[in-house]
């Protein structure tokens, strides 16, 4: 079985895949979609002295790529402590919406059987502000989609 893990560093991520990993056995996906350095759009309405130069951008684009990559190599570790075979993927994606395609789009690519995400991976004043990424993952997931409580106990 080929599986797709939503990982984001969170607790509730890795007790998906702890709890995946008693379930089913097979390959894992760990996918992260992180957020790139945006340039904001009124940049140029902005004072010249609080805009970041192409510079800065560019460097603070590196540690966003750096800090995706030890995030993912976490969940990497994570399924392997699971029993999976995994594999890192990173996919850019700033806002609500960007994560959930990028997690459906990733598990459409890979021919993952199901896709395992935490039912939270934000705080729930966020969560309910900005909607729930793991409910938009089921709704719109062409396979089954295992979400894990945060109070999940042993199945």
Known sequence: MRLLCAY????????????????VTGD???LYVWPPVVVPPLAGALP???????????????RQRARARDIVEQGVACARRAGFTAEPELQ?????????RAIVAAADEHAASLIVIGRRGVSPIRTL??????SAVVHHAKVP???????ASNP
């Open 8 to 23: 984001d560093g969170s607790d509730d991520a890795e007790r998906a895949i702890a709890v995946a990993g008693r379930l």
């Open 28 to 30: 894992a996906i760990v």
């Open 48 to 62: 010249p002295d609080a805009v970041l130069t192409p510079d800065q951008l560019e460097e603070l684009d590196q």
């Open 92 to 100: 850019p994606g700033a806002g609500v919406g960007e994560i959930w």
């Open 129 to 134: 502000l900005l909607g729930s990424i793991a």
């Open 145 to 151: 989609v295992l979400v894990v409580p945060e109070d």
